[in-house]
Structures are given as structure tokens and as C-alpha cells.
């Protein structure tokens, strides 16, 4: 049983920073393509970042890039997303992700089978 527990959320100002974490067990952790994804009230969730198993790939939405960074440490099966220079429309909650299959590179939602609780992100302007 895989299980995928985010924290770090909250709420900041525009220009603001946070770091979500998100703490993972149930497999090796160091074989998967991690995520985070966000949904807005009324969206869909859209896809934030992506990190590939070794760390040594990233990709992010353009939306967030320059701002978001994505990182790993395979050795506490943990993945993080560093927000820096937040704006009010990055309010959303976040979800982290594991890829269904190991050693697979992946942006897409639907490739992504276990999901955590999500962290609400709130940027007041």
C-alpha cells in the first residue's frame, strides 16, 4: 500500500515562499517519477512538476517556471517543491504523486496512480 503524505502548505503573501514536502512509503521510492499537481476551485488539476526517479531530470509548467523548484532525497523518500516569488493565482491545493510503473517519465495526470491528501497553498495579494 502505497501512501503519499504532504505538509508544508499555508498561507502567505504575494512574493512570499513556502516548501512542501512529501513523505512517501509502500515501495522504492527511488524507482519512481514524482509529481506535484495543483487544483484551483472549479479547475482541474494541472501539472506543476515533475521529477524523474535518479533526480536528475525536471520539467516544470511554464506557469511556474523560474519560480517552483522541484527535488528529491531518495534516501528519506521524500519529494519536495521549493515556491519562491508566489502569486495569488498559484493558490490551489497540492498534491504529490507517484508514477503507476517504475523508471517511467511521465507529465500526464492519468500516469500518476497514487496521490496524496493534498496541502492547501493560499497567496492573498
Known amino acids: 500500500q502505497v501512501q503519499l503524505v504532504e505538509s508544508g502548505g499555508g498561507l502567505v503573501q504575494a512574493g512570499g515562499s513556502l516548501r512542501l514536502s512529501c513523505a512517501t512509503s509502500?515501495?522504492?521510492?527511488?524507482?519512481?517519477?514524482m509529481g506535484w499537481f495543483r487544483q484551483a476551485p472549479g479547475k482541474e488539476r494541472e501539472f506543476v512538476a515533475v521529477?524523474?526517479?535518479?533526480?536528475?531530470?525536471?520539467y516544470y509548467a511554464d506557469s511556474v517556471k523560474g519560480r517552483f523548484t522541484i527535488s528529491r532525497d531518495n534516501a528519506k523518500n521524500t519529494v519536495y517543491l521549493q515556491m519562491n516569488s508566489l502569486k495569488p493565482e498559484d493558490t490551489a491545493t497540492y498534491y504529490c504523486?507517484?508514477?503507476?510503473?517504475?523508471?517511467?517519465?511521465?507529465?500526464?495526470?492519468?500516469?500518476?496512480?497514487?496521490w496524496g491528501q493534498g496541502t492547501q497553498v493560499t497567496v492573498s495579494s
Open positions: 504523486a507517484q508514477n503507476k510503473y517504475d523508471h517511467i517519465w511521465s507529465l500526464s495526470v492519468a500516469d500518476f496512480g497514487s
Open positions: 509502500g515501495r522504492i521510492f527511488s524507482t519512481y517519477t
Open positions: 521529477i524523474s526517479w535518479s533526480g536528475g531530470s525536471t
